[in-house]
């Protein structure tokens, strides 16, 4: 208070006042509104109409024109500010000082804010005058990112998705993926022996060879349910084939995600081992009977949707007046890292589940083969890596050789982001060499499913 006083008192130049003023004026009484004397520069001699500040939501003049002209437009506070005139304003930057917020072409002004991506921006006085200043989180798609992993032949495409712009890196691992670590269940799950087999092809779809029983593209929406999406696909798949189609069926992962809730966190993520013992003990019905409708719109995105068929009730249909059986499996098995091992278990069996880490640049992953691009993530992350685990399908193997000079074998893979991501909401991932541990964590339940008619 002492310094803001002796500034004004000495007329110092009006930058050096500038510079107090900015630092006191949060100690200040709000007595009353200061225009032009808050201004960083001051006061503009001669006619200057860039010369303003905001006022409410419009603006007011403090050049020395106002001086004469008495002009409604100009400072209240203008006559006692700006007197002293003319001021010449030694600049505190090279640039110009600014009164108002430019971005992209469009102005904004004191206390505006705007979105860009992830982050919100507001227009706020800084010593050079109006700056946009930005939060500073992390983006899941980043343009970086997407333009790094283009140029350069990195076997894969990205591009930017307007369903995921906007969202942090976090909320992305909380909401898009959604498998709890995998370890302590692989630990305790037995691995089973798979009878080699010589002649497996050189590529291979489960959707060729079992047409019209592997499941479609699920949709998780904005929320973290790949532990229970992946394990009623994967009991789906199985059910048909190991059914020769009698029960092409799709399971209800809305069954599982709201009611396998013991140790598990819906939304935010479960574990496989439980999901599926729930699948095991207590069975799920199908999914026309009790729908999918999780993290679909903005309102429900934090919503865990009660359970609607408690598990030892006999209860109709959430979605309509019927029943439905609840169809059980038998316990799940583990199968060995080994590629000849996995090959052979999809090619006899069906589609198997397996569990990967997912990588900052894969959320932006648009086709081809997709490997870990460090280079391009590391350079577009200022430090900030965050992974998360995802559980996915792999329903079949192949190789490209689009590029003559080095051929990448594949495996293909559901997500389970929609068909408008990826390739029709596939994504193909290297082959052989665990990448981002997809070899790791695979599993694979026997075909033959029970069903319990429910009694009512
Ligand atoms: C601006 O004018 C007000 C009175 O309207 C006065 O109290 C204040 O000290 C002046 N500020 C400057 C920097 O001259
Ligand atoms: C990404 O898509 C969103 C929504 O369509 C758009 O607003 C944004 O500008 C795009 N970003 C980039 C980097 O292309
Ligand atoms: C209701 O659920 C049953 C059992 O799954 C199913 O067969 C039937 O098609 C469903 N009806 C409608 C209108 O969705």
């Known amino acids: 208070m002492d310094t803001t006083i002796s500034a004004t008192t000495h007329k110092s130049p009006l930058a050096v006042l500038f510079v107090f003023t900015l630092v006191f004026s949060t100690s200040m009484t709000p007595a009353q509104s200061q225009f032009c004397s808050d201004r960083p520069g001051g006061c503009c001699p001669g006619r200057d109409d860039a010369c303003t500040v905001p006022r409410g939501d419009t603006l007011c003049y403090c050049d020395e024109f106002c001086l004469r002209s008495k002009d409604p437009d100009c400072c209240p506070d203008v006559f006692n500010n700006c007197t002293a005139l003319p001021v010449t304003v030694a600049p505190l930057s090279p640039n110009p000082l600014k009164s108002d917020c430019l971005y992209k072409g469009k102005h904004y002004f004191a206390g505006d804010s705007?979105?860009?991506n992830c982050n919100t921006c507001t227009c706020l006085l800084d010593v050079g005058g109006y700056e946009l200043q930005c939060e500073d989180k992390v983006c899941l798609i980043r343009e970086e990112i997407i333009n790094a992993v283009n140029s350069d032949s990195n076997g894969w495409l990205a591009r930017n998705y307007t369903f995921l712009w906007g969202l942090t890196l976090e909320e992305g691992v909380r909401r898009r993926l959604g498998t709890l670590k995998p370890a302590p269940f692989v630990a305790g799950m037995k691995e089973i022996a798979i009878e080699q087999m010589e002649?497996?092809?050189?590529?291979?779809?489960?959707?060729?060879?079992w047409p019209g029983w592997i499941e479609d593209v699920m949709d998780q929406g904005n929320c973290?349910?790949?532990?229970?999406?992946?394990?009623?696909?994967?009991a789906s798949d199985?059910?048909?084939?190991?059914s020769m189609g009698n029960m092409k069926l799709p399971l209800s992962a809305q069954n599982l995600l709201s009611?396998?809730?013991?140790?598990?966190?819906?939304?935010?993520g479960g574990h496989l081992d439980r999901a599926w013992y729930y699948v095991r003990k207590y069975g799920v019905v199908t999914d026309k009977c009790y729908p999918?409708?999780?993290?679909?719109?903005?309102?429900?995105?934090?919503?865990?949707y009660p359970c609607m068929l408690p598990r030892h009730q006999s209860t109709p249909c959430p979605h309509n007046d019927t029943t439905s059986g609840k169809y059980h499996s038998s316990p799940p098995y583990r199968i060995s890292e080994k590629e000849s091992d996995i090959k052979a278990e999809i090619f006899k069996n069906g589609p198997v589940q397996a569990t990967f880490l997912v990588k900052d640049d894969f959320y932006s992953y648009a086709g081809g083969v997709y490997k870990y691009t460090r280079e391009a993530v590391?350079?577009?992350?200022?430090?900030?890596?965050?992974?998360?685990?995802?559980s996915v399908r792999i329903i079949g193997w192949g190789v490209d050789r689009t590029n003559p000079s080095s051929s990448l074998p594949y495996w293909i893979c559901a997500n389970s982001w929609g068909t408008q991501w990826g390739e029709n909401g596939l994504f193909r991932i290297i082959r052989g060499q665990n990448e981002c541990g997809i070899e790791s964590f695979i599993v694979g339940v026997w075909g033959d499913i029970d069903m319990e008619m429910m009694r009512h």
């Open 199 to 209: 002649d497996l092809p050189e590529s291979f779809d489960s959707r060729q060879k």
């Open 224 to 234: 973290g349910s790949s532990w229970a999406v992946s394990t009623t696909s994967v």
């Open 292 to 304: 999918y409708k999780s993290g679909m719109d903005e309102s429900s995105k934090m919503e865990r």
């Open 238 to 242: 199985r059910l048909a084939i190991q």
């Open 114 to 116: 705007i979105k860009i």
């Open 378 to 390: 590391k350079g577009a992350s200022k430090g900030k890596l965050r992974s998360g685990y995802h």
């Open 259 to 268: 009611c396998n809730t013991r140790r598990q966190r819906g939304c935010d």
